[in-house]
């Protein structure tokens, strides 16, 4: 399989087509940016710390029975995934509040959110990805309610699977956003799972161990990013499991 061209350009991503037509070759950059694109870094290493975690996890998810468009990892910061046609959904999954959900309604900071919280962003460039619900979904034409039901019962499964396996790495899956595609039918988690699609904070004292750590400066991102790459690729700490 050989990479041919690029195909789209993302803020923190480029994909390239393949020989194969059903195959492409995903690039996580080293680019960084938060707040719609207003503030934005390049930061030497971070590319290969979420290819790194994106396709541990995929792979994980595979284990448990759901199904991702992870192939291969192919150099550090390089994967191979299978094309599908994308959902332009972001799904939220929520277990903790924070973030936007405290900015726009009256929880707590740090509020457990339970049963978990599913919030549905457009992704629109063009329109700042507003929220939509299940009737502007199918007014839209952007899922069939069929697709709906079986996006939101996978991300409660994965919801589920990474909960588990980072709480027993001590860390709380805050919240998290996961895209999907489908292919042949087959509805899919693609695009990435990383810290700068996952809110994770340390168990014990509360630190920020995302993408967070560079929206509102609150330390050293790479040291962040490598620390807690490390601790998801590691087995579970003692006593926890
Ligand atoms: P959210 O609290 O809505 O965003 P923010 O704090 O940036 O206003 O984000 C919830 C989670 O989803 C968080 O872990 C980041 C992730 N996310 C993305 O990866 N991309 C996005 O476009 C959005 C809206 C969220």
Do not use: C
Not at 37 to 51: I, V
């Amino acid at each position: 399989m050989k990479q041919v061209d690029l195909l789209y350009t993302g803020k923190a991503k480029s994909v390239y087509r393949t020989d194969d037509p059903e195959v492409y070759i995903v690039k996580f950059r080293d680019d960084i940016t938060a707040f719609d694109g207003e503030k934005k870094d390049t930061l030497s290493g971070k590319g290969r710390y979420n290819a790194e975690v994106s396709s541990f996890l995929f792979g994980y998810l595979e284990e448990h029975g759901i199904g991702t468009h992870y192939l291969a990892s192919l150099e550090p910061a390089t994967i191979a995934v299978r094309r599908l046609e994308m959902f332009p959904l972001e799904v939220i999954v929520r277990n903790v509040a924070a973030g936007s959900i405290v900015r726009r309604y009256p929880f707590r900071e740090g509020e457990p959110l339970d049963p978990p919280v599913i919030v549905i962003d457009y992704k629109s460039d063009a329109h700042h990805d507003p929220m939509l619900n299940d009737d502007l979904i199918y007014a839209l034409g952007l899922a069939t309610p069929e697709e709906l039901d079986q996006i939101k019962a996978m991300a409660l499964a994965v919801n589920e699977v990474l909960s588990e396996y980072l709480d027993q790495r001590g860390i709380t899956l805050v919240d998290f956003k996961l895209e999907f595609g489908h292919h042949d039918g087959e509805i899919v988690v693609g695009d990435e799972i990383s810290m700068d699609s996952m809110r994770l904070w340390d168990k014990e004292t509360g630190a920020s161990l995302d993408k967070d750590v560079y929206r509102f400066n609150k330390g050293d991102v790479m040291e962040t990013y490598a620390g807690v790459a490390k601790r998801i690729l590691s087995p579970p700490q003692r006593g926890s499991a």
